[in-house]
């Protein structure tokens, strides 16, 4: 439940995670920790979904670093959509001096045939975009942000993502784009980059997670934490789940207990309990398998709670405040 040293000490953070794990929600939840330290942040979407202009109840983002967020205490976040298309022409711009040839290409929509055809090139934009507001400087000649967050793309592709750049690396042997791939390939295989994890503890998701891992780590990129979402209390004693999981419980013994406490049931009622009861033992002795799963890859983890309504700005404070606790 604390916040590792290299992650502590890293400036750029990837947050993964399989659909449905809430991984949008934890890259901006740990913008806003970080933001309450009174740091400077900048939230980045790969994806194109513009979530995060809806969680923060904001108008569409534009390919450009806005606003979103301030803390009072100097902190912020700015979020940026990257868009392919505006990206990809800053990067002909940039190293091939093409501004008014991208615009032509643009017209007769050779840039979703270029990255059709070649898909890799699309990750090596969005990665080289993010390696420039790493290293983008303030008026005062500082760094204008002192942590990206980015909202990367789901476990199945993560390694994939961050590992092109060193595939297009080797197809380049000189030129503009071989030296922009070795400056993101050594950005993001440096301490300064960390790559967490978002899962819930369920059978699919811990499994892609733990593949995750697996797979981050023969990549020599370096794994910071699993964020375990949606956390609740167990209800129930650990010595006696595996007896109520097999539907072995005292119903005499929860009859008195509820009158005693002035509730009473009929036999109907007192069923529909046993069985709900049993099975939320087996939900449990499902999680705890997956918890044990998730042990052996020896990450940290962190517990995040389980919101019980629409996740908004307030609710994105409340887990960062989470994350606080743990030493963010």
């Not at 803390?71 to 091939?96: K, Q, R, W």
């Not at 005062?140 to 476990?155: H, K, M």
């Not at 000189?174 to 993001?188: M, T």
């Amino acid at each position: 439940m604390r916040w590792p040293t290299p992650a502590a000490q890293a400036r750029l953070h990837f947050v993964s995670g399989k659909g449905g794990t809430g991984k949008t929600t934890m890259a901006a939840a740990l913008a806003i920790a970080f933001a309450a330290k009174g740091e400077k942040v900048l939230l980045v979407e790969t994806e194109g979904r513009q979530a995060i202009a809806q969680l923060f109840d904001v108008p569409p983002l534009p390919p450009v670093d806005t606003l979103v967020e301030s803390t009072g205490n100097g902190g912020s976040v700015s979020a940026l959509a990257i868009d392919i298309e505006h990206a990809l022409l800053e990067y002909l711009d940039m190293f091939y001096n093409l501004g008014f040839a991208g615009r032509a290409i643009k017209r007769v929509g050779a840039i979703d045939f270029v990255t059709t055809v070649a898909p890799g090139l699309r990750d090596v934009v969005l990665t080289g975009k993010i390696k420039e507001r790493v290293i983008a400087t303030a008026p005062d000649g500082g760094l204008l942000y002192d942590r990206i967050v980015v909202d990367s793309p789901p476990t199945g592709r993560i390694g994939a993502f961050l590992d092109v750049t060193a595939a297009m690396r080797d197809l380049a042997k000189s030129g503009p784009i071989r030296a922009q791939s070795e400056g993101v390939v050594k950005l993001l295989h440096s301490p300064e980059t960390q790559v967490h994890l978002t899962t819930l503890l369920e059978a699919m998701p811990v499994q892609e997670t733990v593949e995750a891992v697996e797979e981050l780590r023969s990549k020599d990129l370096h794994v910071g934490v699993i964020l375990l979402n949606r956390c609740s209390a167990h209800y129930l004693p650990d010595d006696q789940l595996d007896d109520i999981a097999e539907g072995q419980l005292d119903t005499a013994r929860l009859r008195e207990s509820l009158a005693a406490a002035g509730l009473e049931t009929s036999e109907a009622d007192l069923a529909g309990l046993v069985s709900e009861t049993v099975d939320y033992a087996r939900r449990l002795q499902a999680q705890q398998l997956a918890q044990a799963q998730l042990d052996e890859v020896e990450v940290p983890e962190i517990e995040l709670p389980e919101i019980e309504r629409s996740v908004d700005v307030g609710a994105l404070y409340e887990l960062a405040g989470v994350l606080k606790e743990a030493g963010v």
